[in-house]
């Protein structure tokens, strides 16, 4: 790509607004700048003026502001021009600095630029995509957290510690003599089980970010009847579900997005799990599997008056066909109706005898008069990790979580490689490997086609 030519694109959202702002970066901004305003500003003052059309009339008039390299967003020499916001007026300003030379922007080209003259890292330069595309207030302030460099500094701190790891380790291949014992130190304990440990608490605080980015996929299942449209729309707070009593109502995959103090949560209501009674029936419940297996966690909706689906034996067949591996908690629903049940007087009794050591949690409720729905709230927002808040929640993305994943599988790697064959050389290839993959998140290591792919999805003007 080439930086040594000039961008312009409008920096201010779509359609009608009071002020409008256009935004120009690279080495020909104090020309364009002279030819379109009559002068060049001083640096980082805002000044009154005319913008100038080619024959010298007025396309509009408001402040420029001018930042001279490196002082500025972009490492470059920065022109933003802030007129009035109508569609026409910002449109024909850009297509006469187009005409003195610039090129209309790329998505996200000024913070690409920003990352290539060292004045943003990548996870900072995506944490200013997060936050413009911040849903929640608890999204924002992770997002500023990043942008002002905590995510990085962790990072940094991770790469400190697999340096040093490394630096002993390669010390003692390069000097044998000296009958350094650092690598059987390092795989049987020491630096290695103090990079687990910070790759554990960042790989938490990356996930608990990735949760206020892009939400909770939480999948609502059970059998035929259970209460779980209800339960959708005592968590929306609206009827968006149709309920009946007859069994099988919802046939399809129902979605509806809600925030638990700031936490973005994608409650998926879906088909009664049960044998078929007709093809639409069976799909149905195709989709409900489907949705089941990708779900960050599921709640199983049980009938708690019910003793043909509550009780232990029929309780542990149902989560036997749950797909492996789902994170699952059991809701007993219809509380409300334990009183009047012949089979069962109290919740406990709904409690299934699976092992202490795999038992789900477990929350009784009742969809219908509201009971419980606080608590299972709670329940939500410990999955998302913001027991007490998300105060010290980082932005961060599938990739980040990605490359700790594999920084991490690699140090177990060097750790088991070593016990098993003694050989240092190994040990210090996949340090140096894990060290790389960590790399990726701050962009110290990575490709083109990775930068194409994550400033594609920024904002044109950004």
Do not use: W
């Not at 090129?103 to 943003?120: C, D, Q, Y």
């Not at 929640?136 to 790891?165: I, N």
């Not at 304990?189 to 910070?198: D, R, V, W």
């Not at 689906?309 to 789902?326: I, M, Y």
């Amino acid at each position: 790509m080439s930086r040594a030519d000039t961008i312009v694109a409008i920096a201010s959202a779509v359609g009608r607004s009071a002020v409008g702002i256009v935004r120009i970066s690279g080495p020909e901004v104090p020309r364009i700048a002279a030819e379109i305003l009559g002068k060049l500003p001083a640096a980082r003052v805002a000044t009154r003026s005319r913008f100038r059309a080619a024959d010298g009339g007025s396309l509009d008039e408001g402040l420029a502001l001018y930042f001279e390299a490196p002082a500025s967003f972009t490492g470059e020499h920065v022109l933003e021009l802030q007129g009035h916001g109508g569609a026409v007026v910002l449109e024909l300003l850009v297509a006469r600095l187009l005409e003195l030379g610039c090129r209309a922007a790329r998505p996200g080209e000024f913070s690409e630029r920003a990352f290539l003259n060292g004045k943003l890292d990548l996870a900072q330069a995506e944490a200013v995509a997060d936050l413009i595309d911040a849903g929640t207030s608890a999204a924002a302030r992770a997002a500023v957290r990043s942008l002002q460099g905590e995510f990085s500094a962790r990072v940094q701190a991770l790469q400190a510690l697999l340096t040093r790891l490394r630096v002993a380790v390669e010390a003692a291949i390069d000097f044998p003599e000296e009958d350094i014992d650092v690598v059987s130190h390092a795989a049987q304990g020491g630096g290695i089980a103090q990079l687990y440990e910070a790759f554990d608490a960042l790989l938490a605080a990356a996930r608990q970010g990735a949760m206020l980015r892009d939400g909770l996929q939480v999948v609502i299942a059970g059998k035929p009847n259970a209460g779980k449209s209800s339960l959708l729309n005592r968590l929306v707070g609206d009827e968006v579900a149709i309920v009946t009593d007859l069994p099988g109502t919802t046939r399809d995959v129902l979605r509806h997005a809600i925030a638990l103090d700031g936490v973005p949560i994608h409650l998926i209501d879906t088909a009664g799990l049960r044998s078929a009674r007709d093809a639409v029936e069976a799909e149905g419940v195709r989709r409900a599997t489907r949705e089941i297996g990708r779900a960050d966690h599921v709640l199983y909706v049980v009938d708690a008056a019910n003793p043909s689906e509550s009780s232990p034996p029929a309780l542990a067949e149902q989560l036997a066909t749950l797909p492996a591996g789902v994170p699952v908690t059991i809701l007993f629903n219809k509380i409300d109706l334990l009183a009047r049940s012949a089979a069962c007087t109290a919740p406990a009794c709904a409690a299934p005898a699976i092992n202490e050591q795999t038992r789900p949690d477990q929350l009784f409720l009742s969809a219908r008069t509201g009971q419980g729905i606080e608590g299972l709230k709670s329940h939500l927002k410990e999955i998302a990790g913001l027991v007490e808040g998300a105060a010290g929640a980082l932005s961060a993305r599938g990739r980040h979580i990605d490359a700790l994943q594999r920084a991490r599988a690699l140090t177990e790697r060097a750790a088991e490689a070593y016990a098993d064959r003694r050989s240092p050389e190994l040990f210090a290839d996949d340090l140096r490997l894990a060290q790389q993959a960590v790399g990726e998140i701050t962009g110290e290591f990575g490709s083109d086609d990775l930068l194409g792919e994550i400033f594609s999805s920024f904002c044109i003007g950004k």
